[in-house]
């Protein structure tokens, strides 16, 4: 019971930054954890990064370990990805999802899904 919005999507230069940001809706956002993950066209949907719900806690996939941030502000329903030194091999459209359980890097374990946000990363 809880929509996903991503925004701050679009077309960067290899080395640059970009930082996404999802919207939920309803009160009881800031009950689930939320994560963010990317699919590549051809390729399987992979994790990014997760966080648990008060944001004291975060988890990140070993392709963006020390150049990704996640954070999330439950009093404005948001949370967000920093994504930093990106090459060609981020591009994918990024996905914002929410779940039950933190620490979780599988799909199956999130309920509610965002659309996604196109990120292309140019050479």
């Known amino acids: 019971q809880v929509q996903l919005v991503e925004s701050g999507g679009g077309l960067v230069q290899a080395g640059g930054s970009l930082r996404l940001s999802c919207a939920g809706s309803?009160?009881?956002?800031?009950?689930?954890?939320l994560g963010w993950f990317r699919q590549a066209p051809g390729k399987e949907r992979e994790f990014v990064a997760t966080?648990?719900?008060?944001?004291?806690?975060?988890y990140y996939a070993d392709s963006v370990l020390g150049r990704c941030s996640i954070s999330r502000d439950n009093a404005k329903n948001t949370v967000s990805l920093q994504l930093n030194s990106l090459t060609p091999e981020d591009t994918a459209v990024y996905y914002c999802?929410?779940?039950?359980?933190?620490?979780?890097?599988?799909?199956?374990?999130?309920?509610?899904w965002g659309q996604g946000t196109q990120v292309t990363v140019s050479s």
């Open positions: 999802a929410a779940g039950q359980w933190y620490g979780s890097n599988r799909q199956q374990d999130y309920a509610y």
């Open positions: 309803g009160r009881t956002f800031r009950t689930y954890v």
């Open positions: 966080i648990n719900w008060s944001g004291g806690s975060t």
